[in-house]
């Protein structure tokens, strides 16, 4: 089970939000990039800082667990989570 650590907070440039959870006994640093959640939650680009985070907070679950199998596959932190890492297969 993957669990939030920190509340989500939007990067000061805009382009991410960050965030930390707790997976498999270690508490990973994660970062979503704006376009990722703009196509996986079809915002137009030029979403607002508020939507971007209620967008984040409506889709944490599936943002959570794919940030948790990439962080089972990467050394380094923090996981940085792309559009591609949210393509439906």
């Known amino acids: 089970m993957v669990t939030a650590v920190?509340?989500?907070d939007v990067s000061p440039d805009g382009s991410a939000i960050a965030f930390s959870v707790a997976a498999h006994g270690r508490t990973v640093e994660c970062i979503i990039a704006k376009d990722a959640l703009v196509q996986?939650?079809?915002l137009p680009p030029?979403?607002?800082e508020e939507r971007l985070l209620?967008?984040?907070?409506?889709?944490?679950?599936?943002?959570?667990?794919?940030?948790?199998?990439?962080?089972?596959?990467?050394?380094?932190?923090?996981?940085?989570l792309a559009a591609v890492d949210?393509?439906?297969?």
């Open 6 to 8: 920190t509340t989500p």
């Open 40 to 42: 996986d939650s079809w």
């Open 86 to 89: 949210f393509a439906r297969k």
């Open 54 to 80: 209620q967008a984040f907070v409506n889709g944490r679950q599936r943002i959570f667990v794919i940030a948790e199998r990439k962080a089972l596959t990467t050394t380094h932190e923090p996981v940085i």
């Open 46 to 48: 030029d979403t607002a």
